[in-house]
Every structure is written in structure tokens, then in C-alpha cells.
């Protein structure tokens, strides 16, 4: 049988495809590079003409499943008769509500990256994911400046420094995963909702908006969130 030759956008998909389900099934430390080319079928030099290193297969997978979400959002970026702040605020509502549905994944993902020792690797990962993501808050902060109810100058650089505000609550949810089980846990959970809910003070200030507009975090949330853990 003539063997069968994929197109590189194809296999590399592929690769991912595979390396989704195993970080998914046995965590992203647990996963070794072997075990991916061994699950996807490939030579070690097929797997290294698409990826570096697996750290780099993460990077390349964040920013795939970011992609992913922004197709779940596609009803509230696209809902006629929305005003801006109505939509921001859907929008993230929605981001919270695929957080936890996810919260069991996400949180095996998070208990790697938010280690001290992989302050690069999360960096990467923002790295990957806010261009995919700039451009779609971007998108709704520019009609809030249309309608006059947002009061910012540059709507993309608007965007982007809300998104890195958002990777900056990095420090308090690492201290959070480290204190679980332990006697500061529950302050360590109370330090990452205040960091939460200022954040959405801060969402406020740059968009000009009243203190209390956007919607950050809900009472709650970052509890069910944090102790979500797959079966």
C-alpha cells in the first residue's frame, strides 16, 4: 500500500490533535515528546519538523484552542442591537461560563503552568494567545468609543492592555494552587478574588467607564473554578 502523504497544515494538526488528548488524559508533565510521536505514528524527525520542543507544541495548542473559543463567541460578538458595554460584558460572562465547563482541563493545565518554575512557559503562552483575542475585544471596544460610551483613544492598544491585565493576576493564582491544602489556602483564594474583582475596577478606568460597569469576576467563580478537578 503507497504510503499516504499529508499536507504539512494537516499533519501538524494532526500532531496536535494527539498531543491535546494526552496532555488532556495524562497532564502536560506526564506527557513525554515519545509518547506523542508513538500515539500519532510519526518519526521522531516528522515531529520535529512541526515542533521545536513540547513546549512549544503547548504554545502552538493554546493558541489553537483560542481560536476555538472565539467561535463560541460568535453569537454575542454578533448579536444585532447589542450596545458595547452589553456585549463586553457578554462576552466575558461567556468567558466565565466556558471556564467552567472546562474548569477540570484547564485547571490540570494551570497546576503546570502557574509552578514558579514556569513563569517563561506561561509567558509563551499569553504570548500565543493574545493576538488571537486582541483583535476581537478590539472589535467591541471600538463600537463603545462610537457610541460615546467608552473614552479611550486606540481601541486595539485598549484591548491588548486588558488582556495582559488579565495574564497579570498570574502571581495570585500561583500562590493560590500552592496553598491548597494548607492552612493559607482560604486566604490565598480571598487575595485572588480581590485581584480579580479589581481587575475589573481596572477594565473600567481604561475604557472610562463608571467604577462597577464591567463584570470581571462573580461571587463565586473563582472558588468553583479552583476547585474543579477532573474524575
Known sequence: MPRVVKHPDARRSELLDFAQALFFERGYERTTVSDIIEKAGVSKGGFYHHFASKEEMLEALAARLAQ??????????????????????????????????DAPRLRAMFDVLFKPGNLILHHRINAAVIPVMVPVLAAIIAQGK??????????????????????????????????????????????????????????????????????????????????????
Open 68 to 101: 476555538e473559543s472565539v467561535a463560541r463567541f460568535e453569537d454575542v460578538l454578533e448579536a444585532p442591537g447589542l450596545g458595547a458595554l452589553a456585549r463586553l460584558n457578554a462576552f466575558f460572562a461567556r468567558s466565565r461560563r466556558m471556564k467552567i465547563e
Open 146 to 231: 462610537a457610541e460615546g460610551v467608552f473614552d479611550v483613544p486606540e481601541p486595539k492598544a485598549a484591548a491588548g492592555i486588558v488582556l495582559q491585565l488579565n495574564g497579570g493576576i498570574r502571581d495570585a493564582m500561583a500562590r493560590a494552587i500552592e496553598a491548597e491544602g494548607t492552612p493559607a489556602a482560604a486566604a490565598a483564594l480571598d487575595a485572588l478574588e480581590s485581584e480579580a474583582r479589581f481587575l475589573g475596577i481596572a477594565m473600567d478606568r481604561i475604557l472610562g467607564l463608571p467604577d462597577g460597569s464591567i463584570v470581571a469576576v462573580e461571587p463565586g467563580f473563582i472558588r468553583a473554578f479552583m476547585s474543579a478537578r477532573e474524575e
